[in-house]
């Protein structure tokens, strides 16, 4: 008989609130972050490289 091992997710939903209602929904995946606004049928995305690459030359540094 096989060992049994956990399964873990390829990715990781987070429904982001606004006011307690849903504004949309941010997917975390080892290589891209997707977003899909509420009431969309399609995901934005764009590589953890680039979306790195921005908040580097547009975010500001920022303690825990």
């Given at each position: 008989m096989?060992a049994?091992?956990f ?14 209602k849903?504004y ?5 995946k ?6 899909k606004p ?6 934005h ?17 920022m303690?825990?």
């Amino acid at each position: 008989m096989p060992a049994k091992e956990f399964s873990a997710p390829v990715s990781q939903d987070f429904q982001i609130l606004e006011g307690g209602k849903m504004y949309g929904t941010l997917r975390v995946k080892p290589s891209t972050l997707m977003w899909k606004p509420k009431g969309a049928h399609s995901w934005h995305g764009v590589a953890i490289e680039d979306f790195g690459e921005w908040v580097k030359k547009t975010g500001k540094q920022m303690d825990k």
